[in-house]
C-alpha cells in the first residue's frame, strides 16, 4: 500500500487537494558514510542534496511546467528546456532538481540504501539550480522560470520543485516529462590510440543491448566505407564498491562500445560515424565525425600534445555549481576546442570528471569533451577522484571515488594497458613515448608496475623517438603546493625516491603530473638538486628531467607553499594546460597556457642532436669495455 502511495504522489497534484504533507523520520547513520570525500578537492555538489531525506509535501496548487515534451527532433543530443513553475508558499532556500528517469520517486530503493517508510526518494538528480536564479521576485511571488541544458542521457527527465533547502528536502511539484526522440542514440565518442600507432579507438555510449542492435563504426578515408564491429561492456550497480555509487548516486550508465579500426594510413584523414543495426534490420546513425590518423613512430612532422589533469566538468546553465567545485572546466575545454585544429593527441592525466560516485556526471563529461575527443585521441590517467576506495586493492584507502573503484574510468574510456583495472600503459605519438604511470597503485621497485615503467622507458629508440614523456596523477618529482609542503615531502611520499634512478638513466625529457591545482616548473633537477640552471632553451646533452604540475585544468586551485626551493622555477595558480610541440627530431616546445587567454605564460625548448642523448649523465653511463 504505501508504495501505490509513492506512485499516486508523482502524478499528486490533481489527487492531492490542498496541502498534504507526509513527515518521516529517518535513518541518519548513513550520512556522514554517504557524504565525506577528500577535503582537498571540495565536494561533490550533488552530495550536498540528502535526498535519501527527502520528504513529500505536495502542493495542490504549486507547478513546474517544462517544455518542449520532445528534444532533438534534428537529432541534436544537447538541448535546452525552459521550466515555468509556482509555489504558493515560496522560500529562498527552494530548488529544482532534475531527475531521469521522470518517475524517479518510484525507483526502486537498494538494500544498501536503507528504505524508510512512508517511501523516500533512492535516486539523487542529475543536477539542480535555486528556483529564485535569475528570479529575483521569487521569493516574493513563488513565481519563476529557469533555462536548463540537458543531453541525452537515454531516459526521460522530470523537474521536481523541493522547499527545505538540500539538507530537509521536501518534494513540491514534478513537472510533465521530458524526453529525446531518439533517447538510445549512439553519443558522445572517444578516441583513443589502440595498442599498435595504426589502430584507432573509439568509444562510444547508447541505449542498445547486443540483443536489441548489433554496434559497428563505418568509416572511410576515400572511397568506400568499411564496417568495423564494436564490444559491448555494461556496469552494474553490483560492480561499484559502494555509496553513493550503489546508493542515491546510481544510474545505469548503459551500453559501452569500443571499436577498433586497424590498418590505418599514417596521417590520413578518417571520416566515421557510430551505427547500430536494429534486428528488423533498419539502422540508428549518429552523425558524421572524422579524426586524423596517428604519424608512424619516429616519422619526423609537426607533432602538438596537450596535457592536463584535474579539469573536470561544469554545467553550461550554471546549475550544481554554487560550490564552485570545477570553476575552470569550461574555460579550459573551451580553449581547447577553440583550438583544435592545432592540436593532435591529448593527454588528461586523471580526476577525469569528479563525479565522485555520482554516475550521471560520467555522461555530462563525455558531453561537455565530445567536440575534442571525437577528433583527436583523448588518452586518460587514473586519479583518486576516479579509483581510491578503501579495500579495493588502491594504493590509498581514502574514498576519493565515491563507490566507482575505478569502474567507471575504466570502463568509459579505452586505454591501451595490458588489464585497463592496472591504469598503467605507454602510447608512442611519432616522434613521442609516453609513459603513463597510475599512481593509484603502487609503483615502489619490486612491483609490477614498477617493471612496467621501467620496461617502457627503456624500451624506445630514441633515434626515432627522442621525446620521452612520464606522466601520472600525483605529483611523483617535485611540488611546491601546500599540502605537500606540510607534509614536508613536496611530493608524492615515496615518489621520486622510487622512481628518480630511472628518470636518470633512462633520460626521461618531462615528467607531467596533476593532482595539485596548479602549474609548477622545475630546473632539470635530480635528487632535489638543480644538474643546469632552469632555462628557456636547453642545449646539449641531457643533463636531468625536468617536471612539470599541470594540474590546473578546471577544479578549484590550491596555492603554493612561500617556502622557496630550489629546485622550482615558475608557479602560477591559474587554470591552464600545457601544449608539447615536437618540431622534428631536435626541436621540443613545452608552452603553459592560461584557460582563460589561451596565452603562453611559461615555456621552454630542448634543442638537441641524437648523440646529444646518448652522453653520459650522472647514473645513466652505459658499460663500455677498454677492448677495441
Ligand atoms: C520508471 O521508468 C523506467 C524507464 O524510464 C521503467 O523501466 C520503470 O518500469 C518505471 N517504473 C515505474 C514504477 O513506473
Ligand atoms: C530573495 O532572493 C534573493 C535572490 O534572488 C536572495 O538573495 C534573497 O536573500 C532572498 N530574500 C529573502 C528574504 O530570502
Ligand atoms: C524497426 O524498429 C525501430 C524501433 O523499434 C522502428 O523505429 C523502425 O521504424 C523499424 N523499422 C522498420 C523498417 O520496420
Ligand atoms: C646557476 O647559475 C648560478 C649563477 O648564475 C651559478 O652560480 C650556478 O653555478 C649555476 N648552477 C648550475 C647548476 O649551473
Ligand atoms: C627543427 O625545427 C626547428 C623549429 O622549427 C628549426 O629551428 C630547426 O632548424 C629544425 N631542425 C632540423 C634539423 O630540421
Ligand atoms: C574564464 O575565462 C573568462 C574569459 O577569459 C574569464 O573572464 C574568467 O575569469 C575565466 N574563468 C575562470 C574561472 O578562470
Ligand atoms: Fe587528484
Redo the contacts with the bound molecule.
Sequence with gaps: MLSSLCKLLLIGRRFCGGIMVFYMLILLGIISNLFSFGASSGEQPLSRIAIHKATFAIHGSAYVKASPNVLGLKGENKEWVTLEYSHPDPS?DDWIGVFSPANFSSSVCEPENERVYPPTLCTSPIKFQYA?YK??A??KTGKGSLKLQLINQRDDFSFALFSGGFSNPKLVAVSNAVIFANPKAPVYPRLAQGKSWNEMTVTWTSGYNIDEAIPFVEWFAQGTPIRSPAGTLTISRSSMCGAPARTVGWRDPGYIHTSFLKDLWPNLKYTYRLGHKLSNGSYVWSRLYSFRASPYPGQESLQRVVIFGDMGKAEADGSNEYNNFQPGSLNTTDQLVKDLKNIDIVLHIGDLCYANGYLSQWDQFTAQIEPIASTVPYMVGSGNHERDWPGTGSFYGNKDSGGECGVLAETMFYVPAENRAKFWYKTDYGMFRFCVADTEHDWRPGTEQYKFIEHCLASVDRQKQPWLIFLAHRVLGYSSDYSYSVEGSFQEPMGRESLQELWQKYKVDIALYGHAHNYERTCPVYQNSCVRNASNLYTGPFAATTHVVVGGGGAALSYFTTLRTKWSHFQDVDYGFVKLTAFNHSTLLLEYKKSSDGKVYDHFTISRDYRDILACAFDSCARTTLAT
Aim: a neutral charge; charged letters at 0%; zero cysteines.
Design positions: 529562498s529564485n528570479n529575483n521569487y521569493n
